[in-house]
């Protein structure tokens, strides 16, 4: 089975080209510049460097959220826009999931995300079955590191908002920064996974899961409870 694989849901772009459980090819680009400018250029070089033309895919696996709005964005239009021709099937895979099986070993992995606000997506997995511990929530990062001080296991943490909870927590495990990027075989890896257990969808099954709402609809909604509270005031 030919992969081909896409995370662009934080501040990092990854393109992973897979055959079955085996990396053929993989590049991240963690240089400030901004999906759109890199992704395109990303998966020529691996479709190039890997000998793997497009009709020759059997799966497209993108992170599909939590992650940033814009970014979740290019990727899945992306994917949508390559597998559309040929119908080929997708997977939507959790961004935290799919970072969570870029690590392995004994203990627990907590992938954190930065939300802003001081806030961070995160879920738990087992390091070495990477079964899932928690569902993907977005929540101050001293919800996780609760869940990280309740395991038995040691524990460590991945992701661009690795840092908020190591700031918290001093008794986990260190993970250096350069292993904290999420990469695009995780996505590939959970792609699969979600394709062994009849979990892929066409192209234009592909959704995002933001997990809360833009800045601009809690903005809005908070605009809409401050004129219903005015109105019952005056009332």
């Not at 694989?5 to 053929?24: E, K, W």
């Not at 992170?63 to 992306?78: H, K, M, N």
């Not at 997708?90 to 627990?108: D, K, N």
């Not at 066409?202 to 609809?217: T, V």
Request: include cysteine; proline fraction near 6%; glycine fraction near 8%.
């Amino acid at each position: 089975m030919n992969i081909l694989a896409i995370d662009t849901a934080g501040r990092s772009a990854s393109v992973a080209l897979l055959q079955d459980d085996t990396l053929l090819y993989e590049t991240v680009c963690n240089c400030g510049l901004t999906h759109s400018e890199t992704l395109m250029p990303m998966v020529d070089a691996a479709l190039k460097t890997g000998g793997i033309r497009p009709a020759d895919l059997d799966l497209f696996a993108v992170t599909a959220g939590p992650g940033s709005f814009t970014g979740l964005r290019i990727g899945l239009a992306a994917v949508k826009g390559m597998a559309l021709p040929a119908n080929t099937p997708c997977a939507g895979v959790s961004t935290l999931e799919a970072q969570a099986w870029c690590h392995t070993g004994s203990g627990t992995v907590i992938a954190a995300m930065d939300a802003r606000r001081g806030q961070v997506y995160w879920a738990a997995f087992d390091l070495t079955t990477h079964a899932r511990l928690t569902p993907d929530a977005a929540a101050p990062a001293e919800e996780a590191v609760a869940f990280a001080r309740s395991c038995k296991k040691p524990v460590i943490y991945i992701g661009d908002g690795a840092a908020l909870c190591y700031n918290k927590d001093e008794q986990a495990l260190p993970c250096p920064p350069a292993l904290r990027v999420a990469r695009a075989v995780g996505a590939g890896l959970a792609g699969r996974a979600l394709w062994a257990a009849g979990g892929c969808v066409p192209p234009a099954g592909l959704m995002p899961n933001y997990l809360r709402l833009s800045q601009a609809e809690r903005e809005r909604a908070a605009r809409e409870a401050a004129a219903k509270e005015s109105e019952t005031v005056k009332s």
